[in-house]
């Protein structure tokens, strides 16, 4: 998957396949817009699986609201302006 620059439209900015090469670029992107943005990372992929796997079989809708990033195959990155003061 090749890396997308989203519109306005809609609220994440980047969707990354989640490797050690995402996980460096999140890690110098902190680093370098440190006090500028304030960048969160939400995981997603397929979340049925994992959801049995941690409740035993018992719900397959655990994960519906989140996906933790251990168990993600892409991450969206969001970046929220901090208030400049």
Do not use: C, H
Request: without cysteine; proline residues 5%; positive net charge.
């Amino acid at each position: 998957m090749k890396t997308v620059i989203l519109p306005a439209k809609y609220k994440y900015t980047l969707k990354l396949p989640y490797n050690d090469d995402t996980k460096q670029a999140i890690k110098s992107l902190r680093k370098e817009f440190k006090g500028i943005f304030k960048i969160r990372v939400r995981g997603s992929g397929p979340r049925a699986k994992w959801s049995l796997k941690d409740s035993n079989g018992y719900t397959s809708t655990m994960y519906d609201q989140s996906l933790p990033l251990k168990y993600s195959t892409y991450v969206r990155l969001y970046f929220d302006v901090k208030e400049v003061k």
